[in-house]
């Protein structure tokens, strides 16, 4: 057994033990909801989803085993690349129309000829994070001015969010903080900092005055659903939308007698119970010791982020590890304060849990370019061998 651990999981066991917890688990709750999806997609089975599913968290299994094996100093020589081409899919995407079936379609694009639908927005957050991590790295002896970061650092960071920002606020702002916290942890001046993030806020709230004031100019966003979001939040009378109320009674229940696996009730009334919500129907269904398992499990990935990004003996790779891996634990933060009501409805997934495609897969590559880096951490008796080696290649060419 130990052999076939060796020689398919490579990297950080601890790491991988957790991602194919959280892979199973996901099981129970999205079997539970899967008769709302039955209900609101129209068509196919439980069984169905389930094994669609299924698929979909194999396919991001096989991601993370491919991208373990890579090395993962490549994920940065391609990061412009994937940020420049992913700018004109994102330009291409919130241009497409303003609704397909019904709902604002800005923020998926369909491959042609698969009808698969995809979120450009989750894969250009991925990319552009990337490439923070290796701008940082390659300028880290230099010394910072608008003139060597306006165009290669704050123009892709400004397109990205900006792109991103009228169909999907919440993963804009979440972007942006984001670039934000790589840009602190990387060493970069606070001053250039404030600046872009004022210019940012004042374009910002310029499309969001513009959106309310000229509908009619800016017709493919979604400012008027946030807006309503925001004030029933804030509503001290205590109107809360239909999905908030419906989540915060499942938790109620939940914590009060756990109902037990598939007896959830308001899985047939909680809109986007399997994705979006599906962490209320966890608590329904399991009660604290469910929630606090769930949580103690993302919070160990987060212990085993920060121990390899602190054991990485490279800048690229530390930076590259919290790139990736801390959208995840901030994603699934921001999932259950929403469910609790803690903030306003965002419709951020659950990492790993809910029931979609392209959240579940950008999930599995961060978690495959994390074990990737955990795969070339070095002990130090190694490093100490690698220094003895360069110094001597070193006396070698001088003499």
Same mark, same amino acid.
């Given at each position: 057994?130990?052999?076939?651990?060796?020689?398919?999981?490579?990297?950080?066991?601890?790491?991988?033990?957790?991602?194919?917890?959280?892979?199973?688990?996901?099981?129970?709750?999205?079997?539970?909801?899967?008769?709302?999806?039955?209900?609101?997609?129209?068509?196919?089975?439980?069984? /169905?989803?389930? =094994?669609?599913? @299924? &698929?979909? +968290? %194999?396919? $991001?299994? #096989?991601? !993370?085993?491919?991208? *373990?094996?890579?090395?993962?100093?490549?994920? /940065?020589?391609? =990061?412009?690349? @994937? &940020?420049? +081409? %992913?700018? $004109?899919? #994102?330009? !291409?995407?919130?241009? *497409?129309?303003?609704?397909?079936?019904?709902?604002?379609?800005?923020?998926?694009?369909?491959?042609?000829?698969?009808?698969?639908?995809?979120?450009?927005?989750?894969?250009?957050?991925?990319?552009?994070?990337?490439?923070?991590?290796?701008?940082?790295?390659?300028?880290?002896?230099?010394?910072?001015?608008?003139?060597?970061?306006?165009?290669?650092?704050?123009?892709?960071?400004?397109?990205?969010?900006?792109?991103?920002?009228?169909?999907?606020?919440?993963?804009?702002?979440?972007?942006?903080?984001?670039?934000?916290?790589?840009?602190?942890?990387?060493?970069?001046?606070?001053?250039?900092?404030?600046?872009?993030?004022?210019?940012?806020?004042?374009?910002?709230?310029?499309?969001?005055?513009?959106?309310?004031?000229?509908?009619?100019?800016?017709?493919?966003?979604?400012?008027?659903?946030?807006?309503?979001?925001?004030?029933?939040?804030?509503?001290?009378?205590?109107?809360?939308?239909?999905?908030?109320?419906?989540?915060?009674?499942?938790?109620?229940?939940?914590?009060?007698?756990?109902?037990?696996?598939?007896?959830?009730?308001?899985?047939?009334?909680?809109?986007?119970?399997?994705?979006?919500?599906?962490?209320?129907?966890?608590?329904?269904?399991?009660?604290?010791?469910?929630?606090?398992?769930?949580?103690?499990?993302?919070?160990?990935?987060?212990?085993?982020?920060?121990?390899?990004?602190?054991?990485?003996?490279?800048?690229?790779?530390?930076?590259?590890?919290?790139?990736?891996?801390?959208?995840?634990?901030?994603?699934?933060?921001?999932?259950?304060?929403?469910?609790?009501?803690?903030?306003?409805?965002?419709?951020?997934?659950?990492?790993?849990?809910?029931?979609?495609?392209?959240?579940?897969?950008?999930?599995?590559?961060?978690?495959?370019?994390?074990?990737?880096?955990?795969?070339?951490?070095?002990?130090?008796?190694?490093?100490?061998?690698?220094?003895?080696?360069?110094?001597?290649?070193?006396?070698?060419?001088?003499?």
């Amino acid at each position: 057994m130990s052999n076939i651990v060796q020689k398919y999981f490579k990297g950080d066991k601890p790491l991988w033990a957790f991602i194919l917890l959280l892979a199973l688990f996901s099981f129970l709750p999205v079997y539970s909801a899967s008769s709302n999806l039955v209900y609101t997609v129209g068509s196919g089975t439980i069984f /169905g989803h389930l =094994a669609k599913h @299924a &698929v979909i +968290l %194999l396919i $991001g299994l #096989l991601i !993370i085993y491919g991208l *373990q094996r890579v090395d993962y100093r490549w994920f /940065g020589l391609f =990061a412009l690349s @994937a &940020v420049v +081409l %992913l700018s $004109g899919v #994102l330009a !291409i995407t919130l241009i *497409q129309g303003q609704t397909i079936g019904g709902a604002n379609a800005a923020r998926w694009l369909t491959i042609p000829g698969t009808g698969i639908g995809i979120q450009p927005s989750m894969i250009a957050s991925q990319a552009l994070l990337v490439y923070i991590a290796r701008y940082l790295t390659k300028n880290r002896d230099k010394e910072y001015t608008w003139k060597n970061t306006a165009l290669p650092l704050f123009l892709p960071i400004l397109v990205i969010v900006g792109l991103i920002f009228p169909s999907n606020g919440s993963t804009a702002l979440m972007l942006a903080g984001m670039c934000g916290i790589l840009l602190i942890i990387g060493g970069f001046p606070f001053k250039y900092l404030f600046t872009i993030a004022a210019t940012g806020l004042i374009l910002g709230g310029g499309f969001v005055w513009l959106a309310l004031s000229r509908p009619d100019l800016v017709t493919n966003s979604r400012v008027h659903t946030w807006m309503s979001r925001i004030e029933k939040f804030n509503d001290d009378s205590g109107l809360e939308s239909y999905q908030v109320l419906h989540a915060k009674a499942a938790i109620a229940r939940g914590l009060n007698e756990m109902a037990g696996p598939g007896k959830s009730v308001f899985k047939q009334t909680l809109p986007q119970s399997s994705s979006d919500f599906i962490f209320a129907i966890i608590v329904e269904e399991y009660g604290a010791i469910g929630a606090i398992l769930l949580i103690g499990i993302f919070l160990l990935i987060l212990i085993r982020i920060c121990i390899i990004a602190s054991k990485i003996h490279t800048i690229f790779g530390t930076l590259l590890v919290f790139a990736v891996g801390l959208p995840i634990i901030i994603q699934a933060m921001v999932n259950m304060a929403v469910a609790v009501n803690l903030i306003p409805v965002t419709g951020q997934p659950l990492p790993m849990i809910s029931y979609g495609g392209t959240s579940i897969w950008m999930t599995c590559i961060s978690f495959g370019i994390i074990l990737s880096v955990s795969t070339q951490i070095k002990s130090k008796e190694e490093l100490e061998q690698d220094r003895k080696v360069l110094s001597e290649e070193y006396i070698e060419d001088i003499a």
